[in-house]
Every structure is written in C-alpha cells, then in structure tokens.
C-alpha cells in the first residue's frame, strides 16, 4: 500500500475528562507508519501510562479501565514528552476526532512551554468523506461496519491499532486513488495560482452554479459544480497535499468562467451536460457517475447494480443510492451487525462453509449453520433494507421542479422516475420534451437530491398538464 505522504502517528489518547485546556493525560498510544521505497509499512508501536498529577473521576476509570492506582507509578508527561515528540516528529497526526487528540497534546506540550504542531488528519472526517450514506463515523461504528478486529478497545494503543486498521481496510475496499484523494483533500491548506488575478477567487459568487476552468485552449480543463462557487473552487487551490489533477490543474489554468444556476439541481445537471458536451481533460466525474449505484433483491438477496445497468422505471424498487460499491457494502455491514444478519449469506465474507465470523461471537442467527431457514433470514435482509428503499415515484408520468434564487433566476426541470429528462426553456420545449422525451440515465447525485427533498417534504412535483393550463405555475428562466 502507499499513502499520499510517507509517515503518519496513529494516536490515541485517554485523559481524565474532555476539555484539553482542565483535564490530562493518562495514557497514549501510538502507532507510527512509514512507507518504505517498495509501498511496505514500517509499523512502529508505543504506548505508556501517563501519571496525570490529579485524581481521575470513577466513571472515566469505568470506561478506560484506568485507575489512579496504575496510573500512581508511572511517569509523569514532562518525563516523556521527549519521546512523544520524537515519535510524532514529521508525521501526519491521525486521530479519531482529531481535534480532541491534538488538543490535548497541544496543552500539554504547551504547559512544558514546547511548541507542538503537526499536520491534523481526522479519521472521523474521513469516514464521513468516504462513506457519505451512512449514518455514525463513531468509533465503535466504524469498527462494526469494517468488521475491524480489535483489542483493548478504550485503551490508547488499541484504539490506535483500530484507527490503524480502518485506513488499512479503505486501502483494501477503495481504489488507492480515491483514498488518497479524500486524504488530501482533508489536509488541504491555501495557495492561489502565482498566474491567477489576486481576486480570482473573491469575484465568484456565493452561489450555486458551474464553473469551467481554462488553459491556454478554447476547451475547459475542467468543469465543476458547487453549491457556493467560491468556497468550492477556492478548495481546488487550497491543498496542502493535492490531488495530482489539481496540481497540473493549478499550473495550466489561466482563467475562470462560471454559470449561475438558480439551485443545485441546476448546477448538477448542467455540469453533467458540459462535461459530457465539453469532454474536459481532468474530469473525473464522468467515471465517478459509473461507479454509482443501487442494490437490487435478486434471487431473494442484494445485489449491486451500477449505474450502467440501471433502468430508471424500476429505481423505486431498489434500495440507495450508492455512491460506490464499497459505499454499498459499508450500508450492508452495518445492517448486518445491527440485524444479526449473516454476512457469509450476504457474500461479505469469504469464506467457503460457516459458521461467519459474527456467528463465532454469537452475533449472526446462524443462517451459515443452518440455525435459521435462508428463507427467515433473507425475509430478514428485505426488512432491515427497507429505510432505504427509493420511494415511488410520486406522479403519473413527467413532472417539473422549479427551483428560484431569492431575487434571482428561475429554473425548470423535467424528471421522471427520479431521473432528468431536460431543462424547457419556453412551453413549445417543454411540450415536445413530453412528446418524445429523450431517453432518461441514471444519475447518482440527481435521483440522490431528488429522494432526500421528497423524503423531508420539500419536492413539488408540477405537472406538464397543470403548468399549461395555469400560467402563473411555471415561468421560465
Ligand atoms: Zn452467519
């Protein structure tokens, strides 16, 4: 495996309370990577108890198992802040909830009047990055859905191993890219292009839309979409450790043009139709669409279906949507453990017989040893889904979204099926876009956005029939 920088401290701490600046250390863990030449890690563990010079609270020697008679022999942090900085020196911080971690540190360094910074990684962050459809980044969490095995879970070192062990099992579910990717972006620190106007950014609203970054070419180099187009392309320029397309991007762009858009439906579907018109060099958000996705019940159990494969008329059947199929399976681990569901039936584990892994820990009804019918446990899966079922479709045939900026434009939209069909400009397209509609494709953002506004009663569907007939229902743009 590589990462993006070479050395990294899995850190961990426990302390005698939650506020950095009042509470102490009492142990630390830490785990230090490098990569060698040849991509193998160079593992590295220490670990100590830490003598906090204060009693700790009874609950917090309940949950660590901590008490202040371990903690009475050992040394106190002036004796082994010499180590520990030695041990983080030139490492990327990595910590669960990272804040809390550094924090700590930072004040204890500080009380010994030693400066302390390193660059902050945050595994939380991470997993929230990587795994956008599910719910708790948590550390239990994040050890029940990756299956991570663990020991001396509250203890420094053995958290440490597990914050360890979940990036090690990224590498193994993700494509190394895509991890390195989240990983830099979360590093991220600010630097303009020298060949950029000092205000490239500043002139960008804080608004939804497009924007389409050029070299020396009539062809964009790149086409985006945010929500806030400063913030979101002032972040392609503010990495410490970039992807390589920003990079290069940042030493080809000689300009900016942006598209306001009303919303941020607006924004999607019109990146995607300039990406797909425009063919820029550095997207890669065409192959990241590819890589979406839906599970669907197939012979009684889940199965993945890209976005390729994917018919819109039978979206409302199927559960998601995914923004990959890690991503998928992450959502079917958790409803494993949390179901005791079988993940040897549900093929997320490979095994040739059982019993699963759960069932050896009691946590699988035992389908794999023939404990419970694959007919019960299968009933099992289809109910534990079901908080992820994509609703019906909620009309007959096509309907409009109208999205309007405060004292801005309007736009139209025409979908069906959770899928976009176009975006009229004046009745006489819209009428024949109801006519011969052109052939709708799954998109993950889209039928995404669309599920999640009709799902907190935001959604109003305008029919074609209705906004004929009532003028004042739709105006366009
Ligand atoms: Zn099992």
New binding site residues.
């Given amino acids: 495996m590589t990462l993006p920088l070479s050395t990294f401290a899995f850190v961990d701490l426990e302390t005698t309370g939650t506020r950095a600046a009042a509470d102490r250390i009492t142990e630390i863990g830490i785990v230090r990577v490098e990569i060698r030449e040849d991509g193998a890690p160079q593992v590295t563990e220490w670990s100590t108890l830490v003598d906090p010079e204060t009693p700790i609270p009874p609950a917090i020697q309940v949950l660590t198992g901590i008490t202040d008679a371990m903690v009475a022999a050992a040394p106190a942090f002036s004796t082994i802040a010499g180590d520990v900085s030695q041990m983080l020196a030139g490492c990327v911080f990595v910590a669960h909830n990272a804040r809390f971690d550094y924090g700590f540190l930072k004040h204890a360094f500080a009380r010994l009047e030693r400066p302390f910074t390193a660059r902050v990684l945050c595994t939380v962050r991470l997993s929230r990055r990587l795994f956008p459809d599910v719910d708790g980044h948590g550390l239990d969490a994040l050890i029940a859905r990756h299956s991570l095995s663990v020991t001396d879970r509250h203890r420094a070192l053995g958290d440490a191993r597990a914050i360890w062990s979940f990036v090690q099992r990224l590498y193994g579910d993700f494509a190394r890219e895509a991890v390195d990717d989240a990983i830099k972006r979360l590093l991220r620190i600010p630097s303009l292009p020298p060949q950029l106007p000092s205000d490239a950014i500043d002139v960008l609203p804080e608004a939804p839309g497009v924007y389409l970054f050029y070299g020396d070419n009539a062809l964009p180099l790149y086409v985006g979409k945010s929500v806030n187009l400063r913030e979101r392309v002032g972040a392609h320029f503010s990495q410490d450790w970039r992807s390589e397309t920003d990079l290069r991007l940042s030493q080809e762009i000689r300009r900016i043009e942006f598209e306001e858009t009303a919303g941020e439906l607006g924004a999607l579907l019109r990146e995607a139709v300039l990406i797909k018109s425009r063919l820029p060099a550095y997207n890669r958000a065409l192959r990241r669409k590819l890589e979406a996705g839906v599970l669907e019940i197939v012979d009684g159990l889940p199965r993945f279906v890209a976005a390729a494969g994917i018919d819109c008329a039978r979206l409302s059947s199927s559960y998601g949507p995914f923004a990959s199929r890690a991503s998928a399976r992450a959502a079917l681990r958790e409803l494993t453990a949390r179901h005791r569901?079988?993940?040897?039936?549900l093929r997320l584990?490979r095994r040739a017989a059982?019993?699963?892994?759960?069932?050896q820990l009691g946590r699988?009804?035992?389908?794999?040893?023939g404990a419970e019918s694959p007919e019960s446990h299968d009933r099992r899966v289809v109910e534990a889904l079901a908080p992820l079922m994509i609703p019906r479709w909620p009309v007959a045939g096509a309907a409009l979204v109208r999205e309007h900026a405060p004292m801005g434009r309007t736009d139209v939209h025409l979908f069906r099926d959770w899928c976009w069909l176009g975006t009229p400009r004046d009745d006489g397209e819209l009428a024949s876009l109801v006519e011969a509609p052109q052939a709708s494709a799954f998109d993950f953002e889209v039928t995404k956005l669309l599920v999640r506004r009709h799902r907190a009663g935001q959604l109003r569907l305008i029919t074609p029939g209705a906004a004929t007939q009532r003028r004042d229902a739709i105006e366009y743009c």
């Fill in positions: 569901l079988c993940a040897l039936r584990e059982g019993p699963c892994f759960a069932r699988c009804d035992g389908v794999c040893v």
